[in-house]
């Protein structure tokens, strides 16, 4: 987490606000607007201020690493900062620039509005990967990344003078806020495709404009209030309510988080019903006493909201009042008596563990592992479970390092202890390291042993095994070079890894390319990879999946192997291998297996999901839902879907 302030760059250990780093990259004296905007990529932090823009080395706090003035000789104005693709954005004063992020060398620049003109020049970045979109002084202009000559389009922002733009790409689609108007945009020509007056047509103050949308709707703070507008009915706003100290009307900053609307305003923190503008919650962040704009702004990474106000950076939980939550990954594994174990991180990383019992109640609270057994960690970023024919539970966890800890659950209840690390593991037993690790996925087989596939930071898919008895005796297998030593095509990076083991002991592993191919392949039980990469979208014939995002397997007791995935738009999908290698079902929507009438809960956008398959050859489906949470279902032996989703939250609602 980073942030800036007055020409000082910091930053924070996101959970618990501790300063880890902090450079002042602007002169210690100096006059002017000092506000601080910051960007990063993997190795580089990059802060715009006073009309510069500074790179900052992430190992490397003591100086900048490079600096680079931009906005015309002599400026010292506000400077907006973004990165996108690789590729380091800037824009300051009316121009705007790409930058070279090793070395700050300027590779374009353009100047976007007259150098004669005068006013408010505060800058806003977006792009949608082909264009760049530039908020300023009134109008959003479009540049064409690959022709820097001139801009594409302009579009003046009706009525509005020439006041601070603010632009936002989301959902593909382009909004625009200026002086208490709302619009759309149409990206191709600039067009306004609707707009709407939000505010009062007359008033004194600030009325900077910052939207968000989630889709469905357009949220617009400005002026000490946080207005809805429906994406279908541009006539008029679907309500509106007051934030801040509302005599004051003071700057609104709005964002929308898996289904959540947040606001800030006056040092003030919210969360509003998105669809009905009531306020749900309300927290002080900053003194009520003081002086200055009080300005608060949100961003989030994915799971929590941070504001800044003042001064000071605030993380404010975002947890469900009851049970855990929202939701961000599951994995789960069968037990020998039919139950469904159950291992959930929810989106503040804590690790949960719970149990489907086989008459489908969930009788056992959520209980947290890293509390319950004293984890060396404080949060996984994921977890990935197999289960031993003893009933012991086994845990994989990957912590923010890239660390892979192993724990075992007892048929008990209790926890082996303590936490292993596997990479220490292995290079104690002598193997040679790998990489940071960034995915996993364990599979036992019915010897006890548990087979391991995990990513690198290179996105290598790597191979080995733990004993029953506890041991780590092999090294880890490169499995595309193993693959591509056979004569075999190979394939990659691969963006993720699911894997399930036959009766006959043989590993069939599929992977998720980065191009969102799906490939399968196998290791069988003489621990030798003959076959190469089979493609399986090519394989599976009739309906088509959406391009995919995640994937997960299950084998039944004949050897069939179940694959569930989930599209970029949310749908979540299954299809069956058979043992004699074939793919002879179409992808088949689950959700419209399961909602069979309106009674029934339909699924809004499938993130991630678990499958297991029990004795009897019935596939328990778990998925996590954006935004709402956990569901549950299952698909039987003969085919038949015949459960609605049930709530796994609603049946779970309480955590020791």
């Not at 609707?194 to 889709?215: K, P």
């Not at 977890?383 to 192993?406: C, E, I, K, Y």
């Not at 990489?435 to 290179?458: E, R």
């Not at 997960?552 to 999908?573: E, I, K, M, R």
Request: with cysteine; glycine share 12%; proline share 5%.
């Amino acid at each position: 987490m980073y942030v800036g302030t007055n020409g000082f760059v910091f930053e924070l250990d996101p959970r618990t606000g501790a300063v880890e780093h902090s450079l002042q990259v602007t002169d210690p004296v100096g006059i002017g607007d000092y506000a601080t905007a910051v960007t990063a990529d993997a190795g580089h932090v990059y802060a715009g201020v006073h009309g510069y823009v500074y790179g900052i080395d992430n190992t490397d706090w003591s100086k900048s690493l490079w600096t680079t003035a931009v906005g015309g000789t002599g400026a010292y104005k506000q400077v907006a900062v973004a990165i996108a693709g690789g590729r380091l954005f800037a824009a300051s004063d009316g121009y705007v620039y790409e930058l070279n992020p090793g070395n700050g060398g300027t590779i374009h620049s353009l100047l976007l509005t007259s150098r004669f003109a005068t006013g408010d020049f505060t800058t806003s970045l977006a792009t949608d990967g082909t264009t760049l979109y530039v908020g300023v002084h009134g109008y959003v202009y479009g540049v064409n990344l690959g022709d820097w000559s001139g801009s594409r389009w302009s579009a003046g922002l009706g009525n509005t003078g020439y006041h601070p733009a603010n632009v936002v790409w989301t959902g593909s689609r382009l909004y625009a806020g200026c002086n208490g108007y709302v619009y759309e945009i149409d990206r191709t020509n600039g067009n306004p495709a609707h707009s709407l007056l939000v505010t009062g047509s007359v008033g004194v103050g600030d009325y900077t404009t910052r939207v968000a949308s989630d889709g469905r709707s357009l949220f617009a703070g400005v002026h000490g209030y946080v207005y809805g507008v429906s994406l279908a009915d541009w006539s008029k706003t679907a309500w509106n309510v007051p934030v801040g100290v509302t005599a004051t009307y003071p700057l609104a900053d709005v964002l929308e988080l898996n289904g959540r609307l947040f606001a800030g305003a006056a040092g003030y923190a919210y969360e509003i019903d998105s669809a009905s503008g009531a306020l749900l919650r309300t927290l002080p962040l900053a003194s009520a006493l003081g002086v200055g704009t009080y300005d608060t702004q949100l961003a989030t990474d994915g799971h929590n909201v941070f504001y800044g106000a003042h001064g000071y950076s605030y993380r404010v939980l975002t947890l469900y009042p009851q049970g855990i939550g929202p939701i961000g990954f599951v994995a789960a594994a069968p037990s020998p008596s039919g139950d469904v174990q159950v291992v959930a991180l929810d989106r503040q990383d804590g690790m949960f563990h719970t149990i489907r019992k086989p008459d489908g109640t969930w009788p056992y609270a959520w209980g947290n592992v890293i509390k319950a057994t004293s984890a060396p960690f404080a949060s996984a970023q994921l977890v990935a479970t197999t289960m031993f024919t003893n009933a012991q539970l086994s845990v994989l966890a990957l912590d923010d390092a890239g660390t892979l800890w192993h724990i075992m659950r007892n048929s008990d209840g209790s926890w082996t202890a303590p936490w292993l690390s596997v990479q220490a593991a292995m290079q104690a037993a002598g193997h040679p390291p790998i990489s940071a690790v960034t995915y996993v996925a364990a599979i036992a087989d019915a010897k006890n042993n548990m087979h391991v596939l995990v990513l690198d930071s290179d996105r290598t898919l790597w191979h080995t095994i733990r004993q029953a008895a506890g041991y780590w005796p092999y090294p880890w297998g490169n499995v595309q070079s193993v693959i591509r030593a056979q004569g075999n095509p190979t394939i990659g990076p691969i963006a993720l890894v699911a894997g399930a083991i036959n009766p006959n002991g043989d590993l069939q592993v599929v992977v998720l390319d980065e191009a969102a191919r799906l490939w399968h392949t196998i290791r069988l039980a003489n621990e030798t990879w003959p076959y190469p990469w089979g493609d399986v979208d090519a394989a599976i014939g009739g309906r088509a999946a959406g391009q995919l995002r995640y994937v997960a397997v299950a084998t039944d007791p004949s050897g069939n192997l179940s694959l569930l995935a989930t599209d970029q738009q949310g749908t979540l999908w299954h299809t069956i291998r058979l043992v004699n290698g074939t793919w002879p079902s179409a992808w088949g929507n689950v959700n419209e297996a399961v909602v069979k009438d309106a009674k029934h809960v339909a699924l809004d956008r499938s993130a991630s999901t678990a499958g297991v398959i029990n004795a009897a050859g019935d596939l328990h489906v778990l998925n996590v839902d954006e935004p709402a949470g956990l569901y549950c279902t299952t698909r039987t032996a003969n085919g038949f879907w015949p459960d609605p989703w049930s709530d796994v939250q609603a049946a779970v609602v309480h955590r020791t």
